[in-house]
């Protein structure tokens, strides 16, 4: 099994639609993330959760809402998205206590808002 | 100033080449340093750490130059599978991601 795993692979939606991004890491790491790539940008930090306590982005939006129920599940929710949020969705995890401890990445949701 | 620094290619090389990609950091207090492969519409990959001694890995090798906040990745005899976008990664508690080289390893 995979050590990161994300639904859906690809997801369409208006702009008015509300859904839901999950991911499930497999590798005992105590930090989850997501991040957001757009074409020819680097890959955004969008939000953290490390050691059970979230970290914020304060340039994400609020019609992005990640939930971590604990340190396994990370969930994006999304709603009234804008055609500017189409990207590729990752999620990473990694254990934050170990140094030099690099991201382990999901394979990522492309998300086409229309 | 960019965080993270690299230079976006494309690299166009033949098999056998060797070649070298850099990327620039502006945080000295930078801890821990990476490289990861990217292929087209996949996620991105741990391909090597880069540790301060410097450190090879087959036909790859990462070096990091503290003082001139650089670190570089060699690809010797270059493969077809070589080709893809590497992404410079620094962490000062947060990971920093450089917007990648385009490598294209042709025949």
């Known amino acids: 099994e995979t050590g990161v795993t994300q639904t859906p692979r690809h997801l369409v939606m208006g702009m008015t639609n509300k859904k839901s991004l999950k991911c499930e890491q497999h590798l005992g790491h105590n930090a989850m993330y997501w991040y957001k790539q757009s074409a020819k940008k680097p890959l955004e930090l969008m939000f953290v959760y490390s050691l059970e306590e979230r970290v914020e982005n304060n340039s994400v939006p609020s019609r992005f809402s990640p939930e971590c129920p604990n340190s396994s599940h990370l969930f994006l929710h999304l709603h009234t998205l804008q055609p500017e949020d189409s990207a590729l969705y990752l999620c990473a995890s990694s254990q934050v206590s170990t140094e030099n401890s690099p991201l382990h990445f999901g394979n990522g949701t492309r998300l086409t808002v229309t | 100033r960019k965080e993270v620094e690299q230079d976006p290619g494309p690299f166009n090389v033949p098999e056998g080449a060797t070649v070298a990609f850099n990327c620039t950091y502006s945080?000295?207090?930078?801890?821990?340093f990476f490289w990861y492969r990217q292929d087209c519409r996949k996620e991105p990959k741990l391909l090597m750490s880069?540790?301060?001694s410097g450190n090879e890995d087959g036909r790859f090798t990462a070096q990091l130059n503290r003082a001139s906040q650089y670190i570089s990745l060699l690809i010797r005899d270059s493969k077809l599978s070589d080709s893809a976008t590497y992404l410079c990664v620094v962490s000062e508690g947060d990971m920093r991601f450089g917007a990648g080289t385009r490598l294209t390893v042709k025949p």
């Open positions: 880069v540790y301060s």
């Open positions: 945080n000295s207090a930078s801890q821990s």
